[in-house]
């Protein structure tokens, strides 16, 4: 790791370096706040959780390797650490100062649906110029986001940062530490509504990343989002607006959009057939991830892809390759069987976009869907909403488990009596039934919100 030595990690964190003796200027090799990932010259952050404390897996990372330790606690030993107020912050600290050290192009991508995917098909696009990092999983807090950059290496040349966050002020947290060059506001959707309150709400936390961009940075909105098309400068730069069609909301203030889709073709599970428009360039290309709303996605790779000088070619090439993760809208071909794994997270856009993929598959459409999570007061209508969606789409079979996905159930019943609905409490109790009704030909949707752990369905499924 670049310039990280105990010396110069103590200053960044604001800690005490205690110990080190003649080793103040060796550099870190990693860091880490999980004690089983330790190797040599690793610095383990004691990080005080929920369920565990990091401080007491201290005498067992020195054994394992460790350089130091980076601590909220005095500690009786003879090896290096750094002692500080909060070992949360200094992990935010350590991760600002690292980065800063790097010569990389740093993309910030943060909205209410679409996060994960955009930031997937972005890092495909620059790739084919660039030696890429990304954020992996789930890491776009304000723990996952540092240990992602603390991955970033020398020979990387740009870093897709996904930023997620479900309160005021987080933003400014992740941004101040994420420096980006490059921000990408993907949508103002109906999630965190409990924290966040309205659309609103959601737009000023989201755009709190706005105060922490690096010098010139350009950003790159949803142009076809009524309150994102709002915006008409950040900093004093003109946003970058993509959309579909030339066609702009009511509320846009700006004269058009700098990338567009046409001639879109839904291929199904195939993917999706369309025609980019890139200033005074166009082009025809396939994005192998289906859905229409990944062309959102797509174009949002398009405008960051010309920012950092990509030619048409490569921006063709990489969304043409590009690939989902578990969880993220993921065809899984089981036997004759197809699994749509969404599984990761949901909100009603979200989980009216999977149902438009289901509704383009062959054989019997199945949903298997659970609740939604955080939507505040009118969570029971949101969910009502997603049934109605559902019944207009006109999908064969519904299975269901939890509290609120009831409301999914009724909407169904009464806008689509043809539909077969199996309502269940709980995830494990519709497993049971679930599981003997699937057959060769199903296409099947699993998604919920995370807390529902609905992967546990898809492995069920896919091992079944």
Do not use: W
Not at 11 to 24: D, E
Not at 205 to 230: C, P, Q, W, Y
Not at 341 to 359: G, H, R
């Amino acid at each position: 790791m670049k310039d990280m030595t105990l010396d110069a990690m103590a200053k960044a964190c604001h800690g005490q370096l205690i110990g080190a003796n003649t080793l103040q200027y060796l550099n870190a090799q990693g860091i880490v706040i999980d004690s089983r990932l330790v190797q040599d010259d690793y610095v383990f952050v004691a990080i005080k959780g929920d369920r565990t404390d990091g401080h007491a897996y201290i005498p067992q990372v020195y054994e394992n390797g460790a350089l130091a330790v980076i601590s909220e606690q005095r500690l009786h030993i003879s090896r290096p650490y750094i002692l500080v107020s909060s070992t949360r912050q200094a992990l935010k600290d350590l991760a600002a100062f690292y980065l800063s050290r790097l010569d990389v192009k740093v993309v910030g991508i943060s909205g209410s649906v679409g996060k994960t995917s955009t930031k997937e098909i972005i890092a495909s696009v620059l790739a084919q110029k660039y030696k890429v990092h990304k954020t992996e999983g789930n890491f776009n807090n304000e723990i996952g986001l540092p240990l992602t950059i603390f991955k970033i290496r020398d020979e990387h040349q740009a870093a897709v940062l996904e930023m997620g966050i479900s309160d005021f002020g987080e933003m400014h947290r992740l941004a101040a530490v994420s420096r980006p060059d490059i921000a990408v506001l993907t949508n103002i959707g109906l999630s965190h509504l409990k924290t966040l309150g309205s659309r609103e709400g959601i737009l000023k936390a989201k755009t709190e990343m706005f105060d922490h961009l690096r010098g010139h940075a350009s950003v790159i909105l949803n142009g076809d989002d009524d309150l994102l098309s709002t915006i008409a400068q950040v900093n004093g730069e003109t946003p970058v607006f993509y959309g579909i069609g030339t066609d702009k909301p009511q509320t846009a203030v700006y004269d058009a959009k700098a990338v567009y889709a046409s001639d879109i073709q839904n291929l199904g599970l195939k993917g999706i057939q369309l025609t980019i428009h890139l200033g005074e360039e166009a082009f025809l290309t396939r994005i192998p991830i289906p859905g229409e709303h990944n062309v959102y996605n797509a174009l949002a790779a398009a405008a960051v892809g010309r920012q950092l000088g990509l030619t048409t070619e490569e921006i063709k090439a990489g969304i043409e390759t590009a690939r989902t993760i578990d969880g993220r809208t993921n065809l899984i071909e089981t036997g004759s069987m197809t699994v749509i794994d969404d599984c990761y997270n949901a909100n009603p856009l979200s989980m009216k976009a999977s149902i438009d993929v289901l509704a383009t598959a062959l054989g019997r459409t199945i949903a298997v869907l659970g609740d939604m999570g955080d939507l505040g007061e009118k969570e029971r209508e949101l969910h009502y909403e997603v049934g109605t969606h559902l019944a207009a789409k006109k999908i064969d079979i519904l299975f269901c488990a939890g509290t609120l996905s009831q409301e999914i159930a009724r909407a169904v019943r009464e806008h689509n009596p043809a539909c077969e609905i199996h309502e269940f409490t709980g995830r494990d109790e519709m497993l049971k039934s679930l599981l003997p009704f699937l057959q060769e030909g199903d296409s099947v949707l699993v998604k919920a919100s995370h807390f529902m752990q609905f992967h546990e369905v898809v492995e069920e499924i896919i091992t079944m």
